[in-house]
C-alpha cells in the first residue's frame, strides 16, 4: 500500500530554521514534491526532487535519498508567513502523474 | 503561467440538489486534469483522473455515479456531485497536468471550491 508519514505539527520562531522530515513507501517513484498551502486555499509549488541530493530554492531546500524513501524541506529565515501546512507528495509510476500526498505538516511561526 | 481556476468558489445548496464545479486551465492546455477532496486538517484525498476525450478513473471507494466527471475539452474539466448530502460538504480541489510538460511535469492547483450542503 502506500504510506507516506509525515509530523503532524511543528511550530518554530521567526528567524529560525525548521526541517520537515517525510518518509514514504510507495508502489513506484516518479520523484517527490513539497506544496506548501495556507489554510482554505490551494497548495503551491515548492520544489522538486527525482535524484539524491539537497535542492536549493532561496531560503527553501529539500532533499532526498531514495533508498532510504525519505526527504526533508528545510525553512531557513522563518518569517510569519510561512505557517501553514507543508505537503509531501510523491508522484508514482503510472501513466498519469498521479501524487500521493502526505497529511501535511502544520509549521505555527511565532514572534 | 500556468494558471488553473475553479468556479464556484463556493457553493451553499440543499441536501438533494446536484453541484457542478468547473475546473479550467487558463493558458495551457491540459491532457490530464485531477480531483481531490480534502476536510478540515486532512490531506489531500485524490478522486479521480479525467482525461480529455475519455473516461475519468475513479479512486477506490469514491462513487463514480455520485461524482460525475467530464472533461470536454484540453481546458476545461467538470465536477458534478449529484444528489449532494452533508456529508459531501468539503473543498473540492482541481489540478492540471500541462500537455506539453512543464518545467517538472508538475500538477498546477486550482484555488478549490468550498461546498456546504445543509
Known amino acids: 500500500g502506500q504510506n507516506i508519514d509525515q509530523p503532524t505539527e511543528m511550530t518554530a520562531t521567526e528567524g529560525a530554521i525548521v526541517q520537515i522530515n517525510c518518509t514514504y513507501q510507495t508502489s513506484g517513484f516518479n520523484g517527490l514534491f513539497w506544496y506548501q498551502q495556507h489554510a482554505g486555499e490551494a497548495p503551491t509549488f515548492l520544489s522538486y526532487n527525482v535524484l539524491d541530493g539537497l535542492e536549493e530554492k532561496g531560503r527553501f531546500s529539500s532533499f532526498l535519498s531514495r533508498s532510504k524513501g525519505y526527504s526533508y524541506l528545510l525553512l531557513k529565515e522563518l518569517q510569519m508567513k510561512d505557517s501553514a501546512s507543508y505537503l509531501c507528495a510523491v508522484r508514482v509510476t503510472d501513466s498519469w502523474g498521479k501524487l500521493q500526498f502526505g497529511a501535511g505538516t502544520q509549521v505555527v511561526v511565532t514572534p | 503561467g500556468a494558471v488553473v481556476s475553479q468556479h464556484p468558489s463556493w457553493v451553499i445548496c440543499k441536501s438533494g440538489t446536484s453541484v457542478k464545479i468547473e475546473c479550467r486551465s487558463l493558458d495551457f492546455q491540459a491532457t490530464t486534469m485531477f480531483w481531490y477532496r480534502q476536510f478540515p486538517k486532512q490531506s489531500l484525498m485524490l478522486m479521480a483522473t479525467?482525461?480529455?476525450?475519455?473516461?475519468?478513473?475513479?479512486e477506490q471507494g469514491v462513487e463514480k455515479d455520485k461524482f460525475l466527471i467530464n472533461h470536454a475539452s484540453l481546458t476545461l474539466s467538470t465536477l458534478t456531485v449529484t444528489s449532494a448530502h452533508p456529508e459531501d460538504s468539503s473543498f473540492y480541489i482541481c489540478?492540471?497536468?500541462?500537455?506539453?510538460?512543464?518545467?517538472?511535469?508538475?500538477?498546477?492547483f486550482g484555488p478549490g471550491t468550498r461546498l456546504t450542503v445543509l
Open positions: 479525467s482525461n480529455e476525450g475519455s473516461k475519468a478513473t475513479y
Open positions: 489540478s492540471a497536468r500541462a500537455s506539453t510538460g512543464g518545467l517538472y511535469n508538475e500538477q498546477f
